[in-house]
Each structure stands twice: as C-alpha cells, then as structure tokens.
C-alpha cells in the first residue's frame, strides 16, 4: 500500500441508544479499500454489517448514542465535514449505495428513468433532457430496456429493479459503491445475472465496491479481499484467495465450514450459540463463548496482530 | 462471453409486456369506470329515497283517503247537491273521487309512478313544495334548493379546503418535531374530534358572539346586505369564520394526528434513506420522497372524512343558521314537506358523488398504481 487507499477507516464508532441500554453497532471497525478494488464483508446477520454501511454513508437513525472515528475516502475527511458538505461532496459523487431490499429501494410515485437522472441534475447540474440521455445511455449498459424509462417500479420484475439501482449506483461514475446485501431478495437465476453484471461493471467503470453479504458462496465469485465481521467489530482481513482456503480466525473457520460444497459429502457445521447481543458487552474476545478454541487469555480482549498482508483479531496468533 | 449469453437467456422472462396505456389513457379509463359505477349509486339512492319518502306506496292511500274525505265535505256543503237521495250522492261521490284519482295519477300503481318519480328526481324536476317557498316566492322544489346551494358551496368548500391545507401542514411539521412538545400537544387534542362541528359550534357561538362580541351568531351576510360587492365578500367571510372554525376544531387535530402518523411511516421507507443517500436536500425528499407516495393515502382519508362532514352540514346549518340546503333540510322534515326532502336528498346524492368523483380523479392522478380491474394495484 504504497499510494494513499481510496477509503481508509480507522477506529469508526456507531453506538445507538435502545431501551435496553447502548446498542454497540459498530464498534473500533478499521478497513482499507485500494482504488479499484473489492472487499467483501462477511458475517452473520444482527453482527453490524449494514450498520457500518450506514456509518460510512452517515444515514443515521434518530437513536443515534456516539459516531465518531475517522473516515477518508478519496483524499477527503468525511467525519470533519458537516452535514450540508457532506450531501454535496460525499453522497453519489464519491460514493454510493446499492441497498438490502431493492425492491423497495424505488420511490413507487415516480417514473424509474427520473430517479436514475436525479443525481445527475443535482450534483452535476444537468438540464432533465441531458440527464436523460445518460440514463438511457447507463440503461444500455446495465441491460435495462430503455423503454423502461417512463415505468414505475411495480411494473418492473426484482431482477429489474435491482439492475436500475445499479445503474444509478453507477450514473455518477462514483469511486465507491456500496453494495448492503444486493441480491438476497432475488432468485438463484436473477443472483447470477446479477453478480456477472456486477463483474462487467467493475472492470468497465474503474470502481471499487464493498460488498456487504451473509452469502459466502456468491461473494467469492467478486471479492478481492476479505474483511469478517462480528459483534460489531472486524475480527479478520486478508485477500480472498488466501481466506477461503485457510481462514484463520475460529469464526472464519466456522463460517466457511457452514458453506455448502458441491461435491463430498461432509457434514454441514454450524456454530453453537447465537452471536451476542450488543448491548452492555462482556470484556474480552467476544466470539469466545462459541469459541471450540477458546483458552484463559481469551478473558481479555484480543488485539489485532498482522500475519503477512493479513490480520486477525485473535489470541490464538499471539507468538507467531 | 459465455457469461453474457447465459444472462441473455435468463433476461428474457423478466421483461415485462409492454403496456400501450399512456397516463392519459389510464386514467380517463379509470374515471370512466367510476362515472359508471357513481351513477349507479346515485340511481339506487335516490330510488330508495324515492320509496322511503313515499312509505313504499303507503303515502299513496292516505293521499287517497284525503280525497275521498275532500269529496265528501265538498258535496256536503254545497247546496247544489242537497236534493240528491242518498244513492245517487254515493254515486256522484265515486265518480268524483275516481276522476280525481286519475287527474293525480294515483290510479296507476306505486311500482309504475315510483319509476316516474325516480326519473323525475334525477332530472332535477323535483316539483312543488307543500310549503315551503323560495326567497323569490317560488314554491318550485328546485328554485328552493339551488337558490340555496350557493351559501352550502361556499361553506363547505372554504372550510374543506382549510381542513385539508392545515392538516396537511401541521402533520407535516409534526412528522418533522417526531417527539416534541408539539407533537404531544396535537396528541393530546386529538379527542376534540370525539364531538362533531356543531357541539363546538355551540361554545364559539357563546364566546364569539355572546360574551366578546366580536363575530355574529350566524347568517350569511349581515342585515341589510352590503351593496358594495368587495364589503359584501368581507361581510360573509365574517360569518363564515365561526361555523369554519367549529368545523376545523373537530376535525384538524385528528386528521393532523392521522396523516403525521402517515408520514412518519412513508418517511421510514428505504427509498427515503436512498434518497438521502443520493444527496438530495432534504426539502426536496420531503416533497418527492415522503409527501408524494403518502399522498394517496391521505386523499382516501380526506375523502372520508369529507362525506362524514357532508352529514354534518345539516345540523351544523342550522345552528349557524347559515342559508343552505341543510338548514333547508331541517325546515322541510320539521314541516313534512316531502317534495322538498326528496329534493333534497336528490341534491345530496349529487353532492356527494362529485365530491367522490373529484377525490377518485384527483387520486388517480397522484397515484400511478390505480389502473382498472388489475391487481397491481395493492403493491407497495
């Protein structure tokens, strides 16, 4: 990592307030993506992978406890600008958001071609005619009819709909997008077009994604690197390669195990336990009540220690 | 490459056919449906008014009874027929009352004239009062009432149309203030909606008018009418205010409540927070974002809540003693002047389905979902 990375996270906080006590959503999160990049994050649902998202794109709920960290993506300090500032240099010109649940990501009210040329007239100050000419243009390229542009969304398929958020994911040619779990509400078939979709834009558009996902088995298709997810924290990072043939954290290792193969006939693992509610946490290791490798130090919470290009946040890699 | 064929292949069901309807077609078909179905109710209404106000045909024997007993007081008392027998006095008696039961048209049965009512109504040839006259003298059903629609129009309409903006205005600010003081204020006023226009009509009538003196007890204009057309204006919006200020004590904090609730529910959806994160300021996702999709939802809540004022205008009317049809409805039950509550309810199952009409088109305008006979319709 020679050149400044496009976004580097150090220390990003993201506690909400519950009836029940402090929400540790996101929690001393650290990652880096290079220009042109992709890093999938991996985890179980409820361990604060959408929440980061949300942090990074600083969509916070009214609940909000503490935000705070340092985010730089593209050569600017995203937490050090204001809210006015942030909608203006940050939001769909540096970065953007395919988002869970696409198919209600569409306002139902307004035409689709209309909602992908917004941005367009909003932060490069387009007349509607030429913002619309590089709608039907991006239609093309992500395989949308361009006829399609006069729709509403519930005249469009899931498949459809999901391929006009990305097109406006992409409208504003940002350095980031980031992708909160983009297929899991399509079918098997439409999950493939999808991802093959996504593959082609990568190489065509020079962006880097993160790709939020529980789903392992999609995610390896196009990820570059690897960041594991839990209880609010990253407990690993390494490049995919590497992390899918020998995960080195307990959890990573159970995680992959629960992944269904194709051949063999091995029994499919699971993890005993259920991951900790966020709330007035235990110190130490947080994965340690699940942990088939827990030991006493695990009492203590573990730091980070870098194995190679890779880190892992576990005792277990202390001496090496 | 393979890639890109396999997609192709799989695209292929996802494309939707292709609908031909425009926005104009949609909706002018969808209208055309309504209009349809509109009449229907109102010809069954008024049909069923028709047979209420008539006793199913009851009112017909009486009316028979009448003239039998008319006939006999005329024979009697005219000394022209004194030296008729008895026999032949039956005999002239029948006649005269079968000829007047033709010349009415009673002879004919209620089924048949029932259907003559009906069209009869519906063409707004309501006939004459029994007792009721106009302000010109008329006893004409129809110049009765239209000569009091106006000063309805103007009641209603003003004081529809401030409910609606200033409902829609404060749940907007309160879906904003989520939680404030404000908010629980509006909240805690909601059950002032329990009690309907006229029960606070009552108390503003009291305070206004009696102990502050500061606005009229009712009527249209003041006494004598202003000449001056502008003074004339002023002076009905001066006895507009308490009777638009009752209605909008009953009928805002509740519809405020209701439609910020609304709000606050649009205002979660995830195309809301897409929108943020899009960049857009946030007067812009109020208006596109939150505002739009929830109007159709707050027109069919205003189109409820504006038939059940329609009912209230009767009562409301006279006791702001405001000239209109409702008063004019309450005078007519309270002198049993049937041609006239007929006619009136004629005028009401017109009223009321415009207004349905209007709200209908103003709903399919705002929501491009409604399409005719098509399920897609409840998809959020």
Redesign the interface.
Known sequence: MSEKPLLNVEDLNLYFRSSKGIVQAVDGVDLQLDYNDATVILGESGCGKTSFAKAVLRLLPRNVESYCGSVELDGLNLMELNDEDFRLQARWVRMSLVPQAAMNALNPVMKVGDQVAEPLMLHQGMTKNQAMEQVEDMFKRVGVPVDFLDRYAFELSGGMRQRVIIAMALITTPKLVILDEPTSALDVLTQANIFNLLKRVKSEFDVSFILITHDIATSSELAKNVAVMYAGQIVEVGDAKRFFDEPLHPYSDKLMASVPRLRGNQELEFITGKPPSLINIDMGCRFAPRCPKRFDKCDQEPPVFEIGSRKVKCWLYEEK | ME??Q??KR??RP???E??SDSDFMRIAKYMGVRLVLLAITIVIGVYLAVLIANMGGYVDEIRKGVIKEQVGMQIRGNPAYEDLTAEERQKLMAEMVAQEIRRLGLDEPFIIRSFGFLEQALTLNLGRAEYMTSDTGSKQVRLILLERLPATLVMWGASNLLVFILSLLIALGLSRK?GTFFDKMIIALTPTSSAPAWFYGLFLILIFAVVLEIAPFGGLVAAPPPENKLRYALSVLRHLALPAGAILVSSVPLTAYNWRTFFLIYSS???V?????????SSKIER??IL??T??TIVTSFALLVITLWTGAIILETVFNWPGIGKAYNQAIGLYDTPVIVGNTVIYAYLLAITVFLLDFIYAL????VQVGSG?GN??
């Open positions: 890639a890109t396999i997609e799989v695209e996802e494309v939707e292709r609908k989520y959806e995830d195309y927070d897409m929108a943020k994160a899009k960049g857009l300021s596109r974002y739009r999709p109007l159709p705002v929501d491009p979902r897609t998809q959020l």
